[in-house]
């Protein structure tokens, strides 16, 4: 779902669009105005909650749709740059909220039936929930404090703690960092892909290459690059093995930088 969340996001819009269509034809369609402008002028009693203009609602939802299914693209990434990107796709919430607004004042006012109304309360529940939840754990990864050793490194986790071809990930600096296990070695690389900044940590190593859970663009850990011939780079870091413990330096080393990937000794014995 994640890998695909981009057609999801743009079948979403093309079944808003068909519902806003036939919507158009059926209500708006046959007077005298502009069937646009019929919708937006029809009903105005905003003060009203019985009689709420709950279509402008579901139009609004729609244009914010409409401009991230046609900004769903590589293309538009690059030239936006991921931050503008981001804010702008961040209006799926706003959609949301809309379209709970849009459910509620229309369709729910002439529903006699509570089915419609549990499950539109359900799902909202259920989203609302999800997000605190997600929300709630990376919040615990930002906020926990790192105990600073030797040569400036910092302790991270313990070796074991770390699934084999997969990471755990530490805030660092402000910064989040992905520790991958692999071969009785361990890399530290940044957890932010160069694509859209995908976690990096929620991947795991295939073929050798840390794989973005979201699109599945790859880096070699040992030195953040992705394989020839694409020239994406991400941060990587120092680490050491202590005692168990993966310790790791708070400075990103450049893009693309070789860092050779601490080995994993036996217990007790420092790399």
């Excluded at 850990?221 to 992705?226: C, I, K, L, N, V």
């Excluded at 893009?255 to 007790?268: K, Q």
Aim: contains cysteine.
């Amino acid at each position: 779902m994640l890998y695909n969340r981009r057609h999801l996001g743009v079948v979403t819009f093309l079944l808003g669009a068909v519902h806003g269509i036939f919507a158009i034809i059926q209500f708006h369609s046959l007077g005298n105005k502009n069937p646009l402008v019929s919708l937006l002028t029809s009903n105005q009693n905003f003060g009203s909650v019985p009689d709420f203009p709950f279509q402008q609602l579901g139009f609004l939802a729609l244009l914010i749709l409409f401009v991230m299914a046609a900004t769903s693209h590589d293309f538009w990434l690059r030239n936006l740059t991921p931050p503008i990107w981001k804010a702008l796709h961040m209006l799926v919430y706003v959609a949301y909220a809309l379209l709970i607004g849009h459910v509620t004042l229309g369709l729910l006012q002439s529903e006699t039936s509570p089915v419609m109304a549990i499950a539109t309360g359900a799902g909202f529940v259920t989203v609302l929930s999800l997000h605190l939840a997600a929300g709630s754990r990376e919040r615990v990864v930002d906020l926990r404090k790192l105990n600073p050793v030797g040569k400036g490194f910092v302790d991270a986790c313990s070796v074991e703690s770390i699934p084999e071809k997969c990471a755990a990930v530490v805030s660092v600096s402000g910064e989040r960092v992905a520790m991958f296990k692999f071969d009785g070695r361990i890399s530290a690389i940044s957890n932010v892909c160069r694509h859209q900044n995908g976690p990096l940590g929620e991947g795991k190593i295939i073929d050798g290459c840390v794989t973005c859970p979201w699109h599945g663009y790859q880096y070699l850990p040992e030195t953040g690059a992705s394989p020839p011939p694409f020239k994406e780079k991400i941060s990587t870091f120092y680490t050491e093995i202590v005692n168990g413990r993966v310790w790791i330096h708070p400075k990103p080393n450049p893009p693309g930088t070789l860092v050779e990937p601490s080995r994993i000794p036996d217990a007790g014995v420092r790399a």
